[in-house]
């Protein structure tokens, strides 16, 4: 039978990634934590992680014990705090996935200083657009941009991200400005090939009803701030979230364009795992970045 400190040494060493800082954390040598995994691994009867110089990658049976062992670790943790008082739950390590634009923008600065608010506690933040999967990828929080459909997430809302269309006034000189989403036809539309609802498709309101446009350009990016660039060099139109904009806006170096008539706003959400109760630190993890938003919500 797996003895429960070892299943919560294993989550530890999956989540920093290695055995050394595992070691580190706990005051122990490596060679311990080592003997304790391949206790466990023998107790299991099969390979939890497979170990190379430069990285550790879970079996299948080890991606599948590992989300237990989050649990055994977290409910651990949970009873510690219930008798020692939540001072002492202030310390660990949380993984966290942002989009790109909403790190860059805020949340690189807003959890550095969260960390330096909380040393004991470490943060790993990933920036990835994409949808990824917080219980298979093992991930304590995720900040997403989008529509929740996952009944297996629970989802807090922090602000809505409206999108605008912009060019740079060079642009506008030289092709004239729209005046109805029509008129988006004659133009070159600068592709964001990030978006979940088909990067082409332009969406517009009428009559309160959304509708899309499908629009044409000779230039695509999955990358935000290319695209930006690309705008402020006066190559096209872009559509954007507005916050990746917004100083451009305020200073004239680009235009917004059909305000009135651009109809797509997405939410912003802090997402975890159903079956999981946030701990005090995910917790004070997300007001944190919460009030760190809502500093700059004139930007969305």
């Given at each position: ?235 096209g139109l872009a559509y954007v979230p507005r916050c990746l904009v917004y100083p451009d ?15 797509k706003v997405l939410g912003i959400y802090a997402v975890y795992p159903y079956s999981r ?24």
């Amino acid at each position: 039978m797996p003895k429960t400190d070892d299943l919560v040494l294993f989550a530890q060493v999956i989540d920093l990634g290695s055995f050394s800082k595992a070691a580190e954390i706990n005051g122990l040598a490596n060679s311990v934590v080592s003997k304790r995994i391949g206790r466990l691994e023998k107790a299991l009867g099969t390979t939890l992680i497979y170990r190379t110089t430069r990285r550790l990658t879970l079996s299948e049976v080890g991606q599948v014990l590992y989300q237990q062992a989050k649990l055994v670790a977290q409910a651990s943790q949970e009873a510690f705090d219930a008798v020692s008082g939540f001072s002492q739950s202030l310390q660990g390590h949380i993984r966290i996935s942002v989009p790109t634009i909403s790190g860059e923008l805020v949340l690189a600065q807003a959890i550095a200083e969260f960390c330096d608010l909380h040393p004991a506690i470490s943060v790993d933040m990933s920036l990835d657009n994409r949808f990824v999967d917080l219980i298979k990828e093992g991930y304590d929080l995720v900040i997403r941009t989008g529509h929740l459909e996952d009944s297996n997430l629970i989802g807090r809302h922090i602000l809505d991200s409206r999108w605008v269309i912009c060019a740079a006034p060079k642009y506008i000189s030289r092709h004239g400005k729209p005046q109805v989403p029509d008129d988006l036809l004659s133009h070159n539309c600068l592709i964001y090939s990030y978006q979940e609802s088909g990067a082409r498709d332009w969406l517009f309101t009428q009559d309160s009803k959304v509708y899309p446009l499908r629009i044409n350009g000779n230039f695509s990016t999955d990358n935000a701030a290319a695209l930006r660039k690309a705008a402020l060099a006066g190559h096209g139109l872009a559509y954007v979230p507005r916050c990746l904009v917004y100083p451009d806006l305020q200073k004239g170096s680009l235009v917004e364009l059909l305000p009135q008539q651009v109809g797509k706003v997405l939410g912003i959400y802090a997402v975890y795992p159903y079956s999981r109760q946030p701990s005090l630190k995910i917790k004070l993890l997300f007001e944190h970045i919460r009030s760190r938003y809502m500093d700059i919500s004139h930007y969305f």
